[in-house]
């Protein structure tokens, strides 16, 4: 069980083009989802948190009009990259919070998406 | 502030070696933790955690951790290394509050000797 689901695992862009991942919790509701950016041989960086029905909290430094966030269902999140540049060229993990009350602290991860703007 | 340290970037040990990751962390109270295992172009695979209890807690592929609330670590540990251990291991911890976000530390890079 709690498995999450990331697609694309990796997207090759034109600069200036959108790019749209995918999180899906495929056997557990997630009212609460995050999404991270992890560059090479470094640590995960949250990005932001998204909450099923409502705005985004975005970390300090991280564009919300760059980074759009939409958690539409308690099951899917996306994170749209827009107008993208080379210097977004990363690692994006998303990571779900199961809402059941014994694995409510646990973040389970996706497999990642590794986006490279040309 | 908050945050978390893996004073060790890389590891390299021989196969059946035994194994100790160390983590730290920085905060006021007792928060929730946990080691991930990442192997290369992947998402994170959760070891362990601890949330209260006993402190020495047990995870998946044989490994464990020891929390000490005195020296504020969460170290990590493997009697005898596995080949297919090699993978970056990250702690992390979640402080009270807000949504629960994790902090990670830096990774550990583990290299296996055969």
């Known amino acids: 069980g709690a498995v999450v689901s990331q697609h694309p695992s990796r997207v090759i862009c034109k600069s200036g083009t959108s790019v749209k991942i995918e999180c899906r919790s495929l056997?557990?509701?997630?009212?609460?989802m995050f999404w991270y950016r992890q560059f090479p041989k470094q640590s995960l960086m949250l990005m932001a948190t998204?909450?099923?029905?409502?705005?985004?909290?975005?970390e300090q430094g991280v564009e919300k009009d760059k980074f759009l966030i939409n958690h539409a269902s308690l099951t899917l999140s996306t994170l749209t990259v827009t107008s993208a540049h080379p210097e977004d060229s990363s690692f994006y993990i998303c990571s779900a919070r199961a809402d059941s009350r014994g694995a409510k602290n646990i973040q389970y991860f996706g497999a990642g998406t590794r986006l490279s703007v040309l | 502030a908050q945050s978390v340290t893996q004073p060790d970037i890389h590891i390299t040990v021989s196969e059946g070696a035994s194994l100790e990751l160390r983590c730290n962390y920085s905060y006021g109270a007792t928060p929730y933790l946990f080691w991930y295992v990442q192997s290369p172009g992947q998402g994170l695979q959760l070891l362990l955690k601890y949330f209260s209890g006993d402190t020495l807690v047990q995870g998946i592929k044989g490994f464990e951790a020891e929390f000490k609330r005195s020296q504020s670590s969460f170290n990590l540990r493997k009697p005898s290394v596995h080949w297919s251990d090699a993978a970056e291991y990250f702690c992390a911890v979640a402080f009270a509050g807000g949504y629960n976000k994790l902090i990670f530390g830096a990774g550990t890079r583990l290299a296996v000797h055969p």
């Open positions: 998204s909450n099923e029905g409502s705005k985004a909290t975005y």
């Open positions: 056997d557990f509701q997630a009212t609460t």
